[in-house]
């Protein structure tokens, strides 16, 4: 696979599991630190970066600092791209080409973590192409490492292939959105105006959990609505099979490289989230790193009336009918 | 206490802990059946309640039958109240009086259950004098216990003490509710009418999360907004001090019992959700088991300026002061 072997792949992957592994309980022992402390060492520091709920912890950058130099050691050919260093830097343009490279988030769910909420978790990607093809994502305090690499499926802790229900992976549900969960996040643009992102997404949610007669036609009434403050934890859990629906805008790189690829290994579907002009019939193409906006279905069986990729297309479309343009782009864009 | 002496209030804590375990493992065992099966046992066979939201499941039935027979065996002079006994009867009257009763929800977070999201959780509360004093929580995917007893303390897994963070409990955000973050739920009421309960939820949602300077004043730019699809576990975290605010109706005594005995136990504060006519001044009532309607706030420090019971009814005022009265009532009340 350009120009990696089967051999090396696997290298790759093993080591990949086990900096996840390592890289988490760096953040767990940060918790522990925090809840073990007295005095200065029970609060986080933090500087502000954007806004309030934007913020970079000192174990963001520890965390990242050591993945960067153990793959540097280990792969030092590879490319690298890391929230923090990307941060701190003035690129906005887009960031992966096709050479072997990584892309980590050392912390995803930083707000969840300055507040201990346990949905936080390291994001290890490895994408060769442009395509992410390894996935590692570790989450301490859930004690939940999911992992995949292209061609030898998607895992939770290493035992437990996912989706989790797989003999036979349940269809989804034929009257789509209902009956589906549906994951998304209030995002940190909280502009109080009708078309800034907030009100666009929170009308976008109001559709797709209306009943399903109201907001002239546009009701969906899903099974429930969960919003978790990590778009790689929920990428997880859609890869898992738990979240029918997942639709974000907003994101970066590195907020989804991981999750894409476990995701897409375990058969789930992930493209646009803004809808085209004709939403019934236009083409559904596969999401590109550096997109920002996504829209990802769970892996899906197939019924006796539809593939499973004909349904998660079905749910798609249904999606984009619910749902209004973001405004999200890149700097330069 | 009420006639229950320490050791028998220790026996009763120590019996309620192993019914949550062994509880949780049935709910797991369930999961692993689904997890493992092929064909016909892969799918959780349900019935409709009153509306595709509300699902209940055969594996609800039979752990509650297992907690209640397991009660009746040990403490045959106490109340049992139970979710799906509750449920198929015809009653809708206030349910708990001062006799020792235990108030059990088998399953909370029953749509997380179906579709495999992590977030369920088994709930038993057991309360004197109208007040529950013994929560006992337990989140099997998870692998979290929370259990709490009146002047014990509340717990996680039974060795980290409730809240995380202690030495010293950090005090709310001086801005707040601007650097908290805020549980809610979209709920199980989807009608689309300006005054049904799921605009009203959006609009007061919408009221703490956008920015400060919006919305008339009642922005609340609140640091991220939560859903998990249980109340228990929103209580639960709330308790840990990773949610700060958690403000719900809807629910019944099974849902938030053993969630108010931990969080209680562990400092937090659970008074009514609907605002009083003046926020400002108004008393800030302890919450009723039956009030169906809840605005919880986590364990607070104290700061130079204020107690934390100070800060927390502060916190109360400003969510009063940001959120919409909700329609939810008892049958006949």
Redesign the interface.
């Known amino acids: 696979m350009l120009g990696i072997n089967d051999q090396e792949l696997q290298e790759i992957y093993d080591f990949a599991v086990q900096l996840g592994k390592d890289a988490g309980e760096m953040l767990m022992n940060a918790?522990r630190r925090?809840?073990?402390?007295?005095?200065a060492t029970?609060?986080v520091s933090y500087v502000e970066k954007a806004s309030?709920?934007d913020l970079v912890t000192k174990t963001d950058n520890d965390v990242e600092q050591f993945i960067h130099t153990s793959i540097a050691q280990k792969y030092p050919s590879h490319k690298f791209i890391g929230e923090e260093t990307y941060s701190a830097g003035a690129s906005r343009d887009y960031l992966v080409d096709d050479s072997p490279t990584w892309i980590v988030d050392p912390l995803d769910g930083t707000?969840?973590f300055?507040?201990?909420?346990?949905m936080f978790c390291v994001s290890i990607a490895f994408a060769v192409g442009g395509i992410p093809i390894i996935g590692i994502i570790d989450a301490p305090f859930?004690?939940q490492t999911f992992s995949s690499c292209r061609g030898r499926g998607a895992w939770l802790n290493g035992t437990?292939r996912l989706p989790?229900?797989r003999?036979?992976v349940?269809p989804l549900p034929e009257n789509a959105p209902?009956?589906c969960?549906f994951a998304c996040e209030?995002g940190k643009d909280?502009?109080?105006t009708p078309d800034g992102n907030?009100?666009r997404k929170?009308d976008s949610?109001?559709n797709m959990?209306?009943?399903r007669?109201?907001?002239g036609g546009k009701?969906g009434?899903v099974?429930?609505?969960?919003?978790?403050?990590s778009a790689t934890m929920d990428l997880a859990?859609t890869a898992?099979?738990?979240?029918?629906i997942w639709w974000e805008g907003g994101c970066w790189e590195w907020d989804v490289a991981a999750g894409m690829a476990v995701l897409e290994e375990a058969g789930g579907l992930v493209t646009i989230a803004n809808p085209p002009p004709d939403p019934t019939t236009a083409d559904i193409p596969r999401a590109k790193l550096g997109g920002r906006l996504y829209l990802a279905i769970r892996p899906a069986g197939d019924s006796d009336s539809e593939t499973g990729r004909q349904s998660q297309e079905r749910v798609v479309r249904e999606v984009w009918k619910r749902v209004q343009q973001l405004t999200y782009s890149r700097p330069g864009s």
Chains 1, 2 share one sequence.
Do not use: K
């Not at 300055?114 to 346990?118: A, S």
């Not at 099974?223 to 403050?229: D, K, Y």
């Open positions: 918790c925090r809840m073990q402390g007295s005095g029970t609060s309030s709920v707000v969840n300055t507040h201990l909420f346990p859930l004690r437990q989790l229900i003999d036979p349940p209902s009956g969960t209030w909280r502009r109080d907030l009100i929170v949610f109001v959990a209306a009943e007669n109201g907001r009701g009434m099974h429930g609505v969960r919003s978790l403050g859990y898992m099979g738990s979240f029918d």
